[in-house]
């Protein structure tokens, strides 16, 4: 299949927030005051905004799991975060130019899950969360360096690859999920077999090459002038990838300990 | 604070902070220019802002 039939036909990325017409919604920036444009400043700062209020709400939440000793008193405080952080992602999504306020709340929200996740995984394993968080940032680092010094270079077939990947492992813990109201699961995904411990390395290096792309997306956009609410965006986008390259880390080094 | 916290913590401090510094800095000029670069915009400018009527 040629490169622009797959496109089309798979969409120029399965990922919403890498719609082809991210910047669309104002083809007249071009005229905007420099000040009101994205700068890459701008998108780094609002992350680090994210991320504070990110930190901020887990660690209530992780302090609220090891004073009452468990997870039941956490567990409205997760679910609030996780369906709340999916509503306000998919609001960000669809309504860009509300990002400013959708995305901190995003991160607030998503917080209150990470943390009751976190804890429910340190509980079990000892240490393993600031392995997770630590290996989080260090990636980030290290494909950002990569990005930057044009190590590593983002091309359509690239995109085509990560999307492709990235959607086929959306549609396997899609059926996994479905598959557990039925008692049954895909085995492999939870197994700490080699084979389980193999589909995670997978997923991770997926999940932190969608990092590329968002510096990509963040580095096009400054570059072009787009409106300053493009900078939340751009930092959600971030964001969302962050969070789950953390998660499947967390998932992988639990494998890994417990074999 | 044990070794397993010093060596993570500090991996991830340092990766916030190399983030925080060389996320504000643009790419390398062989990162930016380059003709089989991401077109984020592409269908934009050449369709939907310029081509419709």
Not at chain 1, 126 to 140: D, K, N, S, Y
Not at chain 1, 141 to 161: D, H, Q, W
Not at chain 1, 174 to 203: D, K, R
Not at chain 1, 212 to 223: C, P, Q, R, S
Request: charged fraction near 15%.
């Amino acid at each position: 299949m040629a490169n622009r039939t797959a496109l089309q036909t798979f969409g120029r990325s399965g990922n919403p927030m890498f719609r082809g017409n991210a910047f669309q919604p104002d083809a007249t920036f071009g005229e905007t005051d420099s000040t009101q444009r994205m700068t890459l400043a701008g998108a780094v700062n609002k992350t680090g905004i994210l991320l504070v209020l990110c930190l901020v709400s887990a660690g209530y939440v992780w302090n609220q799991f090891f004073q009452s000793g468990g997870s039941g008193a956490v567990k409205g405080l997760m679910m609030l975060g996780l369906l709340g952080g999916l509503a306000m992602a998919m609001v960000t999504i669809f309504k860009r130019q509300w990002a400013g306020l959708t995305a901190p709340a995003y991160a607030l929200l998503q917080g209150l899950a990470m943390g009751g996740i976190s804890a429910m995984f340190e509980m079990q394993y000892p240490g393993i969360v600031i392995q997770a968080v630590g290996l989080t940032f260090g990636t980030l680092a290290v494909l950002l360096l990569a990005y930057k010094t044009g190590l590593i270079k983002p091309t359509e077939n690239f995109r085509l690859m990560i999307v492709a990947a990235t959607g086929g492992i959306a549609v396997l813990y899609l059926v996994s999920f479905v598959m557990s109201f039925f008692g049954t699961s895909i085995g492999f995904i939870h197994s700490n077999g080699l084979f389980g411990i193999g589909f995670s390395v997978f997923v991770v290096a997926i999940a932190a090459l969608n990092l590329v792309l968002d510096f990509d997306f963040i580095e096009a956009g400054a570059e072009q002038g787009a409106p300053k609410y493009m900078e939340w965006y751009g930092a959600f986008s971030l964001m969302v990838t962050l969070v789950w390259l953390y998660l499947e880390i967390l998932r992988l080094l639990a494998k890994l300990r417990s074999r | 604070m044990g070794l397993n916290e010093l060596i993570f913590g500090g991996m991830a401090v340092l990766g916030i902070v190399v983030f925080m510094l060389v996320g504000r800095f643009r790419a390398n000029r062989s990162q930016r220019d380059r003709a089989d670069r991401l077109k984020w915009t592409a269908v934009d400018k050449g369709h939907s802002a310029q081509k419709k009527p």
